[in-house]
């Protein structure tokens, strides 16, 4: 076995540092991302000063850690780690576009005295369920060519309407999950 027949292998060998100079970029795109989704929040913000949300006492929270995410909730609500909050979720590990299903909007929570009004008929925007999620959904990447420009745009405005969505739609079961009237 003196030859390189495979042209795949031959290719690899004579272009191998520049290879790995643009696989670790990944990293770096991952990084982007997560800021990408973190800046969220201000958009957030923005639709409560604004009426986005026409309702008092509705706050936003970001959390940390693997599974970063940011989100609504309202005074009054439970506020441990595991009660039930709205929030968009992604995998840090992983946070790409397109997110390949680890971006996530619904509600959260694991408690199962909160679960119960989080029936199929009831949240059909947020039709998925798990452990940790008793309604959400995975949202979609973003189209076209959205590295160009200011093309991300779009894709922010479809990844907070989908926030406030499911705002409208899940916190009052969130509500009567926990057995709060809002003011």
Not at 18 to 36: P, Q
Not at 108 to 137: C, G, H, I, Q
């Amino acid at each position: 076995m003196n030859r390189i027949e495979d042209e795949r292998v031959r290719f690899f060998l004579e272009h191998e540092e520049r290879i790995r100079e643009w696989a670790a970029l990944e990293d770096e795109v991952s990084k982007f991302v997560h800021r990408f989704y973190r800046s969220l929040e201000g958009d957030l913000d923005a639709a409560l000063r604004v009426g986005g949300i026409a309702e008092y006492g509705v706050m936003s929270f970001r959390v940390g850690r693997n599974w970063p995410g940011l989100g609504l909730r309202r005074e009054g609500w439970p506020t441990g780690k595991d009660d039930p909050d709205v929030r968009l979720e992604w995998f840090r590990k992983s946070a790409l576009f397109p997110p390949r299903g680890w971006l996530v909007c619904g509600v959260r929570t694991n408690v199962e005295k909160y679960r119960s009004p989080f029936t199929k008929e009831a949240r059909p925007a947020f039709p998925r369920s798990s452990s940790w999620w008793p309604a959400y959904r995975n949202l979609d990447p973003p189209r076209g060519r959205y590295w160009e420009g200011d093309n991300l745009k779009e894709y922010r405005n479809y990844i907070v309407e989908t926030i406030l969505t499911a705002w409208k739609d899940l916190a009052p079961l969130v509500d009567e999950a926990v057995g709060h009237s809002p003011s």
